[in-house]
T-cell receptor, first 113, second 117 residues
């Protein structure tokens, strides 16, 4: 079975600073997708960034980037120049092909002004 | 705008009654939809996979007779919580897979808060 582990229940960052959220996963598959979702208090799931396992290049989306280490099964999210609006729950997720998405326990990010 | 719509966003029902939550894909055909449940301060837990025209696939520990899922069309899946009890109160969220031009992307609905009193 695929499992996703987020070992940081809570993280805090100063506004304009950089923070990295950790995620590891367990799978025997070679072809899969990895995601980071942001969930603000509204509970809407907002896709932050997506990585295809077959791509060696780390995905980036503006201030958000990932460090994808396939051999180590690690998928961390780096948020640069943190903004107050970045405060939310962040979920790491795994999906294999057309199958469902499995989520980690989440990391609550606080941004201090 | 939203590509997956969920309704109602909030519902309160009496214990013992049934309540239906709808999940619609607005501009694509979703052969597969997923239903999740999220307790406060916890992660999303997959309840079942809804397949158009066939029976839903339930995760271990999810009562299929209590959480009825119907995916009668390519744009609509419904979750019916039957004989609801206070412990069923939770946030329910659906997602739908767009196999088309968006590259097999999954989109989430806005979620539904269920309170059973």
């Amino acid at each position: 079975a695929q499992t996703v582990t987020q070992s940081q229940p809570e993280m805090s960052v100063q506004e304009a600073e950089t923070v990295t959220l950790s995620c590891t996963y367990d799978t025997s598959e070679s072809d899969y997708y990895l995601f980071w979702y942001k969930q603000p208090p509204s509970r809407q799931m907002i896709l932050v960034i997506r990585q295809e396992a077959y791509k060696q290049q780390n995905a980036t989306e503006n201030r958000f980037s990932v460090n994808f280490q396939k051999a180590a099964k690690s998928f961390s999210l780096k948020i640069s120049d943190s903004q107050l609006g970045d405060a939310a729950m962040y979920f790491c997720a795994y999906r294999r092909n057309n199958n469902d998405m499995r989520f980690g326990a989440g990391t609550r990010l606080t941004v201090k002004p | 705008g939203a590509v997956v719509s969920q309704h109602p966003s909030r519902v309160i029902c009496k214990s013992g009654t049934s309540v239906k939550i709808e999940c619609r894909s607005l501009d694509f055909q979703a052969t597969t939809m997923f239903w999740y449940r999220q307790f406060p301060k916890q992660s999303l837990m997959l309840m079942a996979t809804s397949n158009e025209g066939s029976k839903a696939t339930y995760e271990q520990g999810v009562e299929k007779d209590k959480f009825l899922i119907n995916h009668a069309s390519l744009t609509l899946s419904t979750l019916t919580v039957t004989s609801a009890h206070p412990e069923d109160s939770s946030f329910y969220i659906c997602s739908a897979r767009d196999p088309g031009e968006r590259g097999n992307t999954i989109y989430f609905g806005e979620g539904s808060w269920l309170t059973v009193v």
